[in-house]
């Protein structure tokens, strides 16, 4: 009888270090998913980012560009990635993602998604655009490699500045 009370006490402290071990691996687990989500969050900058975000996102700004219509750009560069970054009214209106070789479909997804979470639509080849109820447009050149996010706004500044250059009123 003796020998039957021993094997249940070591089966019930058996089954108490298991259950203590599959806590651990659980907790581990979910601090491992908490800590992959809030590094996903820091890797891309958003439509809508201010400056000091954009900063805690990449890093140092590696230059400032100006373009011929005098649009200024911030360039940055992480995860392989070179990210143009423009602003208006101090918020991200545009930003575009570009490598040395094609962004393909599950990138392509996951960099729209960071800017403007939810329904995207758009077609394909040849011409690569998307949009979302959100009022942001992305395009893709292949040719160009890179990914082009912007407020649907910054498409109608972009419009009226080339039709203003069209008609000679430029800056």
Same mark, same amino acid.
């Given at each position: 009888?003796?020998?039957?009370?021993?094997?249940?006490?070591?089966?019930?402290?058996?089954?108490?270090?298991?259950?203590?071990?599959?806590?651990?691996?659980?907790?581990?687990?979910?601090?491992?998913?908490?800590?992959?989500?809030?590094?996903?969050?820091?890797?891309?900058?958003?439509?809508?980012?201010?400056?000091?975000?954009?900063?805690?996102?990449?890093?140092?700004? $590696? =230059?400032?560009?100006?373009? *011929? !219509?005098?649009?200024?750009?911030?360039?940055? %560069?992480?995860?392989?990635?070179?990210?143009?970054?423009?602003?208006?009214?101090?918020?991200?209106?545009?930003?575009?993602?570009?490598?040395?070789?094609?962004?393909?479909?599950?990138? $392509? =997804?996951?960099?729209?998604? *960071? !800017?403007?979470?939810?329904?995207?639509?758009? %077609?394909?080849?040849?011409?690569?655009?998307?949009?979302?109820?959100?009022?942001?447009?992305?395009?893709?050149?292949?040719?160009?490699?890179?990914?082009?996010?912007?407020?649907?706004?910054?498409?109608?500044?972009?419009?009226?500045?080339?039709?203003?250059?069209?008609?000679?009123?430029?800056?």
């Amino acid at each position: 009888m003796a020998d039957i009370c021993h094997t249940r006490t070591g089966l019930k402290t058996e089954r108490i270090r298991s259950c203590r071990g599959s806590i651990r691996s659980s907790v581990a687990f979910w601090w491992v998913a908490v800590l992959w989500v809030a590094l996903c969050d820091l890797s891309g900058a958003r439509i809508g980012d201010t400056l000091d975000q954009v900063l805690k996102r990449y890093g140092r700004c $590696l =230059k400032t560009v100006t373009t *011929d !219509n005098g649009k200024v750009y911030k360039l940055f %560069s992480k995860s392989g990635f070179k990210i143009l970054v423009h602003f208006y009214e101090n918020k991200v209106d545009e930003i575009s993602y570009g490598k040395d070789t094609d962004i393909f479909d599950d990138d $392509l =997804k996951a960099l729209m998604q *960071d !800017n403007a979470p939810g329904q995207w639509v758009g %077609s394909g080849w040849p011409a690569y655009r998307w949009h979302n109820p959100s009022g942001i447009s992305a395009r893709y050149s292949f040719e160009h490699r890179f990914l082009m996010i912007m407020t649907d706004a910054a498409l109608e500044r972009e419009k009226r500045g080339s039709q203003d250059a069209l008609n000679g009123h430029g800056r």
